[in-house]
């Protein structure tokens, strides 16, 4: 979420019941701050020099000298580096597309929650890049046999081989897949050696195991009763503080949606549901998107992941889209032998087979997420 201080919002409307319903859904809450509604667009690049807003939200259906679309443009070329959220309603359908100067899209009719939610989200991302804060990453699903951990694993390690200091955490506590996957002895610390009153950052480094790979890994608990153990609010506590030591932490989710869980999604910027051309798979990934949606998750929060992409199975490309509602963010190929021998040794094939195309996809992910290039230069 965004800075707990006020949010100033600047509205561009020319629709007088958009106005007023903005208006009703922001009287009732201390959030966000109204700075003013124009309804010319020809004056809100001025006006956002002289008030200077978190957040600018357009109608893309404005009219007047400068439309919606133009707006978007001049906003984007002005130098402000203000985040823009856009209006819309369904018939007019649109992607948010930071490239255009969209960094979220709100359509009509939208809730209060909504409403607040999304500018929170929008100006949390904005400052997250600005400052080079820590990125969350959940690596999801709700059917188990889609290689969630083996994404999560490989995902966490290519971050660090673009010198990207990065935490990884076995969020599957009842069974601890990573612990498993890396063949981790039973009596190395786990999440249940931090103190539960109060957790020191030096307690975290005490408890992390360092994978030859190169990334610190805070693992689930050695047996499956332990799980009980850990609370919601322990694991948000543990986040806060890894972000404190890393710039990003990636997390194998169980694939249940528990307390846990729920605290393990909501603490993350990013939510990368991992889905497969299986109907089963396919079905329970839509059923907790409307989840998702109706808790208050925004689109931009949750990114789609399709693994094994080169085996569809008899389902389309284009019938996954339309299914999910809209085109996966990434694609992973299946490479079967390469990625069950290097689980089978406990080993990321990003770093055994650093050239093999399913190696690649994953770098790929992990960079956009990251909002890194090919060509950034690596930290040390």
Known sequence: MANPSTIRLLVAEDVPQVSQHVRNLLSIQSQVKLLEVLNDGAKVVEAAKQLRPD??????????????????????????????????????PLARDPARGIDAVLTLPFSGFELVNTLSHVLADRQAKATGACRVVSVFSPKGGVGKTTIAFNLAVALGQMGVATALIDGSL???DLRALLKVPSD???????????????????????????????????????????TARDVEKT????????????????????????????????????????????????AVAEVFSSIGYTP??????????????????????????????????????????????GMPFVVSSPDAAVSKDIKRAAQTIMGLTANSPVRS
Do not use: C
Not at 206 to 224: F, K, T, Y
Not at 261 to 270: M, N, P
């Open 174 to 176: 009842q069974y601890g």
């Open 239 to 286: 986040i806060s503080l890894l972000r404190r030591l890393y710039e990003a932490i990636v997390i194998d989710t169980p694939t249940t949606l528990s307390e846990v869980t729920l605290a393990l999604l909501d603490s993350s910027d990013v939510i990368l549901s991992i889905v497969t051309y299986d109907s089963t798979t396919i079905h329970n990934t839509i």
């Open 300 to 345: 931009e929060k949750l990114h789609y992941l399709v693994n094994r992409s080169d085996s569809t199975g008899g389902i389309g490309r284009d019938e996954l889209a339309r299914t999910l509602g809209r085109r996966p963010d990434f694609e992973v190929v299946s490479d079967g032998r390469l990625v069950v021998q290097a689980n089978n040794e």
């Open 188 to 230: 190395v610390p786990s999440i249940l050696d931090l103190p539960t009153d109060r957790v020191q950052e030096s307690d975290l480094r005490d408890v992390m195991w360092r994978d030859p790979a190169g990334i610190d890994i805070l693992l689930a608990p050695p047996r499956v009763e332990m799980a009980e153990m850990v």
């Open 55 to 92: 957040v600018v939200m357009i109608d893309l259906l404005l009219q007047g000298k400068v439309k919606g679309p133009q707006l978007i443009e001049k906003l984007r070329d002005s130098g402000l580096d203000i985040p823009v959220v856009v209006l819309t309603v369904p018939q007019h």
